[in-house]
């Protein structure tokens, strides 16, 4: 088949989801052309996997020290631009269109009848008895109209007595073997860097590998500033204590899975990361705060792990179910790859 791959580059989670369900589809022998939407991509996630691609602006949000600021957002967005994206892109010869939460590639399925699946966490809160924060109608308008998919496949930490699959994490990238640490690993892209150094330097007697926008590594005391880079971000996510981060869906998934006890501090006004706190909250999977403070993460580096979920290869299990044409059995799907999941 000749695919269409949506992934949007808002955070980091969309594209290491995307690379290994791209890499999966492309050797099964499928013709994938990427799409990606949304901020600048910083050249070392440009993985060659992702050849050939296509940049769009597309939608994105922007923050302003630790919120979503709704002026500046609005002031960026140019509906215009991403209308006549849509309607000039070339589609023949697409087969089927994948999205990664990716709103032009999901239009253009709806626009051109093209079978769209989607993947992403948020078409979990799509299901009743997900666990949702702030839903008012206007996030509800935006969560049912950013990225529609004809077949959409929600993620989640738990399955909610619905068609719901488990998070997607790269159990290539994960299982790789490393020392272990006595560092925290720190990622909090939408903080500013200043202050969440000066807070992990008020913690004695722990250290923590804080990765953000650095030029190049240095030390602060206790706290090690590192450069964003996935393959030593993993590894440091592999051997580390514990993580403390935003409330992004990736990077805490792969922290479960690895058994990493967490740490978080969602973004706030932003709907999908204070309904992940939420239910982090209600599942016990996680110590959410509403603002980082040193005797917080004094109190929480204490705690001791939490046991692994160990999630199965998920992207694989939808690669093949996409290859084999059972688009429709989503809820055999889910079903099969939950019976694989070790915790909650």
Same mark, same amino acid.
């Given at each position: 088949?000749?695919?269409?791959?949506?992934?949007?580059?808002?955070?980091?989670?969309?594209?290491?989801?995307?690379?290994?369900?791209?890499?999966?589809?492309?050797?099964?022998?499928?013709?994938?052309?990427?799409?990606?939407?949304?901020?600048?991509?910083?050249?070392?996630?440009?993985?060659?996997?992702?050849? %050939?691609? *296509?940049? @769009?602006? +597309?939608?994105?949000?922007?923050?302003?020290?630790?919120? &979503?600021? #709704? =002026?500046?957002?609005?002031?960026?967005?140019?509906?215009?631009?991403?209308?006549?994206?849509?309607?000039?892109?070339?589609?023949?010869?697409?087969?089927?269109?994948?999205?990664?939460?990716? %709103?032009? *590639?999901? @239009?253009? +399925?709806?626009?051109?009848?093209?079978?769209?699946?989607? &993947?992403? #966490? =948020?078409?979990?809160?799509?299901?009743?008895?997900?666990?949702?924060?702030?839903?008012?109608?206007?996030?509800?308008?935006?969560?049912?109209?950013?990225?529609?998919?004809?077949?959409?496949?929600?993620?989640?930490?738990?399955?909610?007595?619905?068609?719901?699959?488990?998070?997607?994490?790269?159990?290539?990238?994960?299982?790789?073997?490393?020392?272990?640490?006595?560092?925290?690993?720190?990622?909090?892209?939408?903080?500013?860097?200043?202050?969440?150094?000066?807070?992990?330097?008020?913690?004695?007697?722990?250290?923590?590998?804080?990765?953000?926008?650095?030029?190049?590594?240095?030390?602060?005391?206790?706290?090690?500033?590192?450069?964003?880079?996935?393959?030593?971000?993993?590894?440091?996510?592999?051997?580390?204590?514990?993580?403390?981060?935003?409330?992004?869906?990736?990077?805490?998934?792969?922290?479960?899975?690895?058994?990493?006890?967490?740490?978080?501090?969602?973004?706030?006004?932003?709907?999908?990361?204070?309904?992940?706190?939420?239910?982090?909250?209600?599942?016990?999977?996680?110590?959410?705060?509403?603002?980082?403070?040193?005797?917080?993460?004094?109190?929480?580096?204490?705690?001791?792990?939490?046991?692994?979920?160990?999630?199965?290869?998920?992207?694989?299990?939808?690669?093949?179910?996409?290859?084999?044409?059972?688009?429709?059995?989503?809820?055999?799907?889910?079903?099969?790859?939950?019976?694989?999941?070790?915790?909650?």
């Amino acid at each position: 088949m000749r695919i269409l791959y949506g992934v949007q580059t808002t955070g980091r989670g969309h594209l290491t989801r995307a690379r290994p369900m791209v890499a999966a589809l492309k050797a099964r022998g499928h013709d994938v052309h990427i799409l990606f939407s949304g901020p600048p991509l910083d050249p070392e996630w440009l993985d060659p996997v992702f050849t %050939p691609h *296509t940049t @769009r602006r +597309g939608l994105t949000f922007v923050t302003r020290r630790g919120r &979503i600021s #709704h =002026l500046a957002t609005m002031l960026q967005l140019r509906f215009g631009e991403m209308e006549r994206d849509i309607y000039a892109f070339d589609t023949a010869g697409v087969d089927l269109i994948v999205t990664d939460y990716e %709103p032009v *590639t999901a @239009r253009i +399925g709806w626009l051109r009848d093209i079978p769209c699946i989607g &993947i992403g #966490h =948020l078409y979990a809160f799509a299901h009743r008895g997900v666990p949702v924060a702030g839903l008012n109608l206007f996030n509800r308008m935006v969560m049912k109209c950013f990225a529609p998919a004809s077949i959409p496949l929600g993620l989640h930490w738990h399955h909610f007595d619905r068609p719901i699959l488990p998070p997607t994490v790269s159990l290539e990238e994960l299982s790789q073997r490393t020392s272990d640490g006595e560092h925290i690993l720190v990622y909090m892209p939408f903080e500013s860097v200043a202050e969440v150094v000066r807070t992990l330097y008020a913690v004695k007697g722990h250290r923590f590998r804080f990765y953000c926008r650095v030029d190049a590594p240095r030390e602060e005391g206790n706290v090690e500033l590192r450069p964003l880079n996935r393959p030593a971000f993993v590894t440091d996510l592999i051997g580390c204590r514990g993580v403390i981060a935003n409330t992004g869906f990736t990077l805490i998934s792969e922290a479960l899975h690895l058994g990493r006890k967490i740490l978080t501090k969602p973004l706030t006004q932003q709907t999908e990361q204070e309904s992940n706190a939420l239910a982090l909250r209600r599942l016990g999977l996680a110590t959410v705060v509403r603002r980082l403070s040193a005797d917080a993460i004094a109190r929480w580096a204490e705690q001791p792990d939490s046991p692994p979920a160990n999630y199965p290869d998920v992207l694989a299990a939808v690669a093949d179910w996409i290859h084999q044409g059972r688009w429709q059995d989503v809820e055999g799907l889910c079903e099969e790859l939950w019976s694989r999941v070790t915790a909650p």
